[in-house]
Every structure is written in C-alpha cells, then in structure tokens.
C-alpha cells in the first residue's frame, strides 16, 4: 500500500523537487549578482605559464582539458575576483636557489600583468577592497595576487616590497617543504626551526609592515602557533580545511581554527579532494606518489599535466571516494559551528589539485551556493563566505600597515 501510494504520488515529489531546486538556483543567481565573491586560492598562472598557448580571455573546456579557470568561466559562473597564485615548487636554498626564484616569481608577476592588459574589458588587477569593488561596479572582474611560497623572498627581505609593488597582498610562508622562513606540514624529514625562523619572524613583521597578509596554509603546527604571537594583523589560511573531518596535516585542527578566528583570521576551504574527505590508503599512496612526482624539480610541464591527469582519473576510478559540494559544506558548517559565520571563506584551489563533484570549474561555483541555502544559511552568511570575510582580513592588513607606519 506504501509502495503504491509512492508511486502514485512520484511524479508529483519531483515535480515539487525541481520546483524547489529552481527556486534554489534562481535565489543562488541573484545573490550572485549583488555579492562580492572572492577566491583565495587559484593556481591557473601554472596553466598560463606552462600550456602553450593558454588564453584566460577564451573559455575552456573542463572535460576537454582539465583547465578550471578563465575569466569567461569565471563571469559565467558569478565569481567576481581570485587571487592568482605566484606559485614555486621548493628548489635549492642557496643564493643561486634564491635568485631563481626571484626571476622565476617576477616572471609570474609579468604574465599576470600581462593577462589582465591583454583584456582590460574584463579584468582588473587589484589590491584593495575598495579597488576590488569598484572594478566589480564596473562590471569587470578583479584579479588579485598572492604568493605561494616565501622563498622567492630569500635573504633579502626588501624584495617584499618590490612584490607589494607588483601587487602581492599575501605569501604562503612555505610550500610542502620547510624553508628559510618556516617549516612546512609536508616535509618528509619533519621540522627544523621549531616552526617559523628567526628570518620568518623579520619577514613577518615586514609584511605587517607592508599590509602583506601572513597566509598559514601549508605551514606546520608549530609555525602556526608562531604566527598566531608573532602577526600584527589578522591572517588568512588561503586554501586549507578542517583536520577533525578529514585528519591530513595540510588542514586546520579545531584549536588551530578557534584562535585564528580569535585575532580575526579566516580559514578558506580548499576544494582538494583528500583535504575535504580522508582517501583510502590505496589512494592516498597514488595521490602522494603522482604529487611527489609533479614537485619534482626536473618535472617538465608535459610530465605536470599528464600527472595532473592520472589525479583527475582517480576520482572515476574510486568514484565512492569523490568528495562533492555537499562535502564542501559540511566543513563550511564545521567551521560556523565552532567559530562562527565571520571565520569561513573559500579558496578552492582550482588548477591546483580542486577537485570536487559538482563544482569541476569555476563556472559552477553556484552549486555551492545552492548547497548553503539548502541549509539555511541566508544572503547575509553566503555573502561573509563567499567573500566579506577575506575582505575584512585585507582591510585589517592595510590597517595595520598604516598603523604601524603612523607609529614611527
Ligand atoms: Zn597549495
């Protein structure tokens, strides 16, 4: 009897469903539309580096080729600005090693510069707030910079302010390995300072100095806690989730996310598939093996992409183990729940390792969107998440600096 009342009542259940999913989407569309939303965390400069031919201002193909970012896609799905990440896999620490990657990292800075010139109908370089808004006024989008990796910094820590001038608004202090400045949560060999050095601590406080925001992802434990009594301004972990749902070193504990949420900080959700949700220990091997052989410093950009796409293929070959946006939000949930809604942003990670079912590109970002409302979280939560919270913390940094410089 059950069964057949089911059935007779089916048709109208979905109907109802559909109905309530386009309302969902339509909701999602104008919030879209009045809010601010900003990424943290996009690596497409390594597909405009290392692609032949790669053009931001011509839209891609996921399925085609892998690509997440382009500023059409970027418009299609209602993300108004990224941080495009000036990224360096860690090399030789030596002054040989420093100088290139300096090159190497202002190289990166000129293909930035030069994307958004190549279309300045589209997109803007920007570093403020204010700047970010009033391109997005101008219906354009904002591209923003961050560093990944301090070691293009070296020894000399007046380079800081030759990349602020170039734009530079954050640094990730380390990759997956330590460096000069602090120790990473990825290096085999475990720590060697203790967590930031004696040059981190001086680079750090430059940074405040400058308005530079001090980004904890990819940095241990121990450097963490550094940065927690050594920063002025309040910090960012640009693409990092949380370790009390999937226990990976790269994520954030609990205690981790409460005090940097305390000094005014945010945690961005990455969108890398065991960041969000612990593999398997079958896939975690590929997942480390295929990874380690992409940061190897004689990997060539073909051996990049073909292993970017083996990591691509493991979600179809262990389809049980994709995380999808619903994953996304229930660390977006996790964090609200301990530290509130002002502590959560997003940095997807895209062209970096992103990889989440229903969110492929950014042209889908909406998904997520769609996702929060299902819960209950209304425009004034998702416009927080999606973007006035980083904007608070780039606030505070430039604050700080004109503080700190009223002082002297
Ligand atoms: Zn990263």
Redesign the pocket.
Known sequence: MKLLLLLLFLPALIFAQSKEEQRLLKKADKIHARAYTVDT?ADVPINMMEIPGFDIGAKHNYAEDGTQIDFPRMKEGGMDAMFFAV?LAQGKRTPEGEAEAKANALKIFQSIHDAVKKYPDMAELVTTPKEGFATHKKGKLGVFIGM?NGWPVGHDLANLKLYYDLGLRYI?LS?SFNNDLSDSSGDPEGGEHGGISKLGEACIAEMNKLGIIVDV??ISDSAFYDVMRLSKAPVLAS?SSCRALSDVKRNMTDDMIKLMASKGGVIQINFVSDFLRKPSEEVMISIRTLRMQAMKADATPEDKQRINAELRQLKYKYPGEAPSVKTVVDHIDHVVQIAGIDHVGIGM?MD?GSDVVGCEDVSKIKNVTIELLRRGYSEKDIRKIWGENTMRVLAAAEKVAADLKKSH
């Open positions: 965390h990224y990944e990730t990759h992802s990819h693409h990670d970096g």
